[in-house]
């Protein structure tokens, strides 16, 4: 004969089991380690619980990456990606290598890494920015790592490098490139973010029209300011549904078919 369950257990199952089956809404990039957030973290961290939002939370330094996996050890629901930004490439490489070698095991991912012209100022710069990348390149590929990767103005470069890595778990952060360089991130396999830029700008919902659905992450990059209806404040994480509910209407799907599809693909991109 079966046990009997009381009716305060069988609730307390029912729970567990919605709780279990929830659709989580995931920021594919943001830095919450950011001196910016410090004084609301509390209050960021309750929010994130409340409406049920993680965090891939990227670095950009040695000392903002230990920041970083300060803020996991408070949360779970803070994903740990740690880097060496391309703004950051005279920092300490070999320091940033022994702290992936050490914490490789509460890591979410690498990043945020990758190459930027801006920060170029002579052939030195361009060599350094590079080293620098395709080192943490390794570092992922050897922990089987996703990596998160800034590409400002230099996808056609990131694209050559990464033919000699894995692509399977890479993202093009606040992808911003043609219609032919997006063809070409869909046939190197890479996911591709969309933010809140997105919610205002007609060429990057063209571009979300057309990436491959499986392939789309959503982000807030904050604290990046954002004008328009967002009346330049900081990149929130709250901001994440508003940027679901747009591409929701791009693609013709209901909100929730969006947030279930978008929270499949993170975990794809994680590689779990």
């Not at 950011?34 to 670095?59: H, T």
């Not at 590079?130 to 800034?150: A, D, Q």
């Amino acid at each position: 004969m079966s046990e009997k369950i009381s009716p305060r257990n069988r609730f307390i199952q029912t729970i567990l089991r919605i709780d279990k089956e929830m659709t989580w809404y995931i920021d594919s990039h943001i830095h919450l380690s950011d001196p910016a957030y410090n004084s609301d973290m509390e209050f960021i961290l309750n929010e994130m619980e409340y409406l049920k939002i993680k965090a891939c939370c990227v670095s950009m330094d040695v000392e903002n990456s230990l920041q970083t996996l300060k803020l996991a050890q408070q949360s779970n629901l803070v994903l740990p990606f740690i880097g060496i930004h391309p703004e950051c490439a005279n920092g300490d490489l070999e320091k940033m290598t022994d702290l992936i070698e050490n914490n490789h095991t509460h890591l979410s991912g690498i990043g945020e890494v990758g190459l930027d012209p801006t920060y170029v100022h002579n052939t030195d710069d361009a060599k350094r920015q590079r080293h620098v990348f395709e080192t943490l390149l390794s570092y992922g590929e050897k922990f089987n790592k996703p990596v998160s990767i800034h590409s400002r103005k230099s996808l056609d470069d990131v694209f050559e490098i990464m033919t000699s890595y894995s692509t399977k778990h890479a993202l093009l952060h606040w992808f911003d490139g043609s219609k032919k360089q997006l063809r070409k991130a869909m046939d190197m396999g890479f996911f591709v973010s969309y933010g809140p830029v997105m919610v205002y700008a007609n060429d990057k919902q063209t571009l979300a029209s057309i990436t491959d659905e499986s392939k789309i992450l959503v982000e807030t990059d904050g604290p990046v300011k954002f004008s328009r209806c967002f009346e330049m404040k900081s990149g929130q994480i709250t901001f994440i549904p508003s940027v679901i509910f747009c591409i929701s209407k791009i693609l013709g799907k209901t909100f929730d078919e969006m947030a279930f599809s978008l929270e499949k693909n993170t975990n794809s991109f994680l590689g779990i």
